[in-house]
Every structure is written in C-alpha cells, then in structure tokens.
C-alpha cells in the first residue's frame, strides 16, 4: 500500500520450513507523522497482547522484529482468503453460514474487548478465512489500547479519535462523541447484515449521504432473506 508504506506476503523460516504471513511497515513513511507512528506501536503492542492468550478466531502474531528500514511482524498464515472475497464471490451467504460466521466474530471481538481493546475497523477485509473453514479476526492497525488515567490511575472506557472504514462506522464516532467498545457491536450487526444481504446497510458515493443514513440509522431489512 503506498499510501500507507505497508505490504504483505509470505516468509518461510528456515529452520521449520513453516510458512506464515508478514507484514511490512516501512519506517520512512511513519517519520513526521505521529499518528502512524502511533498506530504502528500500537498494532504491535496489541497483537502482542492478543498472542499472550492466544484465541481460535484471532490471528497470531508469531514474531516481531525490525531492520534500519522497515518493521515486520510474523503472523500464522491463514490460507482461504478473506470474508470480502467470499461475499464478491457468493453475493450473499446461506444463512446456515452467517449463522456460525456471527457466532466466531461474536466469541473474537469478545476476545479483543477482554484485553481493553476496541478493535474500531471490523469489516469484511479483516475477516480472514481459514482453510479449515473458520474465521479469524485480523489488522489491529486502528485498534485503541485503554490505558490507565495519569489522574486517579482508573482505566479509561472511551476515546474520542473518529476512524474507521466510512460504511461501518457507529454513530457516536461520526458525531465526535466519546465511544467505547459498544461501537465494535455497532460495526459487528453491519457485517452480519452484510453477509445476509451481501450488500453494507449503509452505502453512498456521498460521504455527506452516507454519515446521514448512519446517524439517521435508517435500515431497510429484506425478509425474504431472513428465516
């Protein structure tokens, strides 16, 4: 991604054989920019957390190190494409399927929030399938760390920063309003929409549309795709 000096692939250690997934962030795009930087240290420091305990339907960060030029971090590799492939594929999912696909985001998310975490960008891009056939929640790039007040050293709940893919956005983010984990919720019944429907909720060319759909939260349900 040049917008973002970011680029994955494939890595095989060579005293296993074993293949996994690598990302790479290249430092020269982070300097000048404290919010990358920011993200970056935090994307490391989460999936470091998440791999502590590691959860069936999270991916795992395996290993992390860094060159002169670049920051890598090693993750199991996940060979059956991603939840946005299979949609633009199937168009929409058998229910049968949404119904254990909901269930897994559901128990990975729940995961995620254990550890003080919102996770913030849940899509179908970040929603990787495994060759067994089972989900794992992926890209803890825009993920928030809850850190303890300076103040009176009680954990913070909620944040204010407004990001996130447009579409799946929550209300109260797009208004400025302080969110906490709730909004992950908000996202999660947009992705399941999505699979029962194969089509977002919500959906403009018009950012200044698309923020009025979401904020007015007007959705149409088609019954003739729900049991």
């Not at 119904?99 to 729940?110: I, P």
């Not at 056939?133 to 850190?147: A, I, R, V």
Request: charged content about 20%; overall charge neutral; some cysteine.
């Amino acid at each position: 991604d040049i917008l973002t000096g970011q680029r994955a692939g494939l890595a095989t250690k060579i005293d296993t054989q074993k293949v996994y997934a690598m990302k790479v962030i290249r430092k020269a795009l982070l300097f000048g920019d404290d919010s990358r930087v920011s993200q970056a240290i935090t994307e490391k420091q989460v999936m470091q957390q998440m791999a502590s305990r590691p959860h069936p339907y999270v991916i795992s960060l395996r290993y992390a190190f860094q060159t002169v030029d670049n920051i890598f971090l090693v993750m199991d590799l996940v060979g059956g494409g991603d939840l946005y492939q299979l949609l633009e594929t199937k168009g929409r999912l058998p229910e049968a399927w949404v119904v254990v696909y909901a269930a897994e985001v559901a128990l990975a998310l729940e995961h995620v929030h254990a550890h003080d975490v919102i996770f913030r960008d849940l899509k179908p891009e970040n929603v990787m399938i495994g060759v067994d056939g089972h989900l794992k929640l992926t890209d803890f790039g825009l993920s928030k760390q809850l850190e303890d007040s300076s103040i009176d050293g009680k954990k913070s709940t909620t944040t204010k920063t407004i990001c996130g893919t447009p579409e799946y956005i929550a209300p109260e983010v797009l208004q400025g309003r302080a969110y906490n984990s709730s909004i992950d919720w908000w996202t999660y019944g947009c992705l399941v929409y999505e699979m029962v429907h194969g089509s977002a909720p919500f959906r403009s060319l018009d950012m200044g549309s698309l923020v009025q759909l979401i904020t007015k939260c007007k959705v149409n349900f088609k019954p003739e795709f729900c049991s």
